[in-house]
């Protein structure tokens, strides 16, 4: 029996350190997809929150009330527009401990039903955040979904723990932008998305930060590893596209999955115990 077409709509915008800018990007594109019919709209890593050392020195003096205003606001227009929201930002733990870099998983009732937490973390990161340590996956309209963000890329390890959880459709947040001009993140990273994709067998959605230098645009990566639609880089934007989709442009391969090592860590750094990194559905 054909299941029900899941619409996603991933967005890019130029992020900034300016959480009320941010915001009102994240909720400008929400209502475009949601009156485009979305079911899913996609935000890119620090989307609301900006990113530290990037869009701004470090989490000192940082306003989290303004962050928490702004992201009560995204959850009640989810909840107004009907829509699945995957909002990248960052999640205060505690004044004693760093926050992580998160994705919310909001749902239509405009509640957060869970966050997945940045595991595998750059050394920048570790400055700034504690990593996280779990993997998230809901099934949305009969299709299962895997969240995961930016450098976790690296490890295929990530890809092939959701391989085995029966993920067809990754959402992944990257935030690779606000570089001084073109760098080898511009070749391997659409490389990377395309790499997972095809040893994984699963759909690759793929976002960005379009301020200026961005690497690469937001776009999507079949399961066969070819590229199937991309924004335009450093404009603002949301791409469109309806699952189930099985229009391949050349052949699937790797139907053997790899085996999961039972020794396997899947996050650097050291994951926070904190009741509030343990909660997943706590407010920011």
């Known amino acids: 029996m054909p299941r029900d077409k899941l619409t996603i709509a991933t967005c890019q915008f130029p992020v ?13 594109h929400l209502r475009r997809a949601a009156a485009n019919g979305a079911d899913v709209v996609h935000f890119s890593e620090t989307a ?5 050392g990037s869009d701004f ?10 962050l928490r205003a702004e992201t009560g606001e995204i959850m009640a227009l989810a909840r107004d527009c009907g829509v699945w929201v995957v909002l990248g930002s960052s999640h205060w733990i505690s004044s004693t401990v760093k926050p992580t870099n998160c994705l919310y998983l909001i749902s239509p009732a405009g509640k957060i039903v869970d966050r997945y937490d940045k595991s595998m973390c750059t050394g920048g990161d570790l400055r700034a955040y504690n ?4 993997l998230v996956t809901r099934t949305l309209k009969g299709i299962r979904c895997g969240f ?5 890329s690296c490890f295929p390890e990530m890809y092939n ?6 993920v067809e459709l990754m959402f992944h947040s990257f935030y ?7 760098n080898i993140l511009d070749e391997i990273v659409p490389a990377w998305i395309r790499v997972r994709a095809a040893d994984n067998r699963m759909w690759v959605i793929a976002n960005n930060s379009c301020t200026r230098h961005s690497c690469w645009p937001a776009c999507i990566a079949r399961p066969d ?3 199937a639609e991309t924004l335009t880089r450093h404009v603002p934007g949301i791409l469109y596209h309806e699952f189930p989709d099985h229009t391949l442009k050349g052949w699937t391969h790797n139907d053997k999955m790899m085996k999961l090592h039972p020794n396997e860590v899947y996050h650097n750094g050291r994951p926070s115990k904190h009741r509030r990194a343990v909660d997943t559905r706590s407010l920011p």
């Open 16 to 28: 900034s350190g300016d959480v009320r800018r941010n915001g009102r990007y994240a909720k400008r």
């Open 48 to 52: 609301l929150s900006g990113y530290p």
């Open 57 to 66: 020195p470090s989490f000192k003096g940082y306003d989290w009330e303004a």
């Open 131 to 134: 990593s996280g340590g779990h």
């Open 148 to 152: 995961l963000i930016c450098y976790d």
């Open 161 to 166: 723990a959701y391989r085995h959880r029966g």
């Open 176 to 182: 690779n932008a606000r570089h001084r001009g073109p």
């Open 225 to 227: 590893g070819s590229m």
